[in-house]
């Protein structure tokens, strides 16, 4: 259920689901992580080392953990391991 936030930017009434502030075009997705976006993340980032923040449109950060587990499981498959599982926490995290 969406509800009423403030802008961070303009201090302006935005959709708690708005992507950008109508007013002034500050991005605002950032302000309703919620469980379920968590869940997917984590989810995808299971499936693909990355995926969770592709869904959190952070590409940069989804291409360097792709590579750095992929990097983790040719070196060998513990580290491989533990790199995803940080990988799944950090897709977690709320988008900055
Ligand atoms: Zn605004």
Known sequence: MAR????????????SR???CPSCGHPVSSLEW??????????LTVIV???GHV??????QAFLWFCGV??????????????HGFCVLSAM???E
């Open 4 to 15: 009423l936030t403030k802008c961070s930017c303009c201090g302006g009434d935005v959709s």
């Open 18 to 20: 708005a992507w950008f």
């Open 34 to 43: 919620t469980d379920t976006d968590k869940a997917i993340a984590a989810v």
């Open 49 to 51: 080392p990355g995926g």
């Open 55 to 60: 869904y959190k449109k952070q590409f940069r």
């Open 70 to 83: 992929l990097l983790g499981y040719a070196l060998l498959l513990v580290p491989g391991l533990v790199l």
């Open 93 to 95: 995290k709320a988008p």
